[in-house]
Nanobody, 127 residues
């Protein structure tokens, strides 16, 4: 069974940091492009960051550039989202997503481009 599991969310004060992890089971993430998305109630799911299969193509939403970093972990089958300088507007449920691709370079920003999704992890930024 193919499964993605996010972890690392929580409550943090403004300016703080969190590192989200996305662990895959049932398949190897080496064959997949990965995206991180977030959603707040009443709003559409938005792309936070994405990374290509080879890690050479990375995109970030303008709102998180310079603060968030996506990476493929040294631990097998894990992708990370390092979030620094967190702001209250970063509060959301964060999801990782994956889709198998033959392309080493393409990084998809559209959530419709992903087939597999985790259950999400809540990030709350508040004082």
């Amino acid at each position: 069974q193919l499964q993605l599991v996010e972890s690392g969310g929580g409550l943090v004060q403004p300016g703080g940091s969190l590192r989200l992890s996305c662990a895959a089971s049932g398949f190897t993430l080496d064959d997949y492009r990965i995206g991180w998305f977030r959603q707040v109630p009443g709003r559409e799911r938005e792309m936070v960051s994405c990374i290509s299969r080879n890690g050479g193509n990375i995109n970030y939403a303008d709102s998180v550039k310079g603060r968030f970093t996506i990476s493929r972990g040294n631990v097998a089958n894990t992708v990370y989202l390092q979030m620094n300088g967190l702001k209250p507007e970063d509060t959301a449920v964060y999801y990782c997503a994956a889709t198998k691709t033959s392309s080493q370079y393409y990084c998809a920003t559209n959530p419709d481009a992903y087939n597999y999704w985790g259950q999400g992890t809540q990030v709350t930024v508040s004082s």
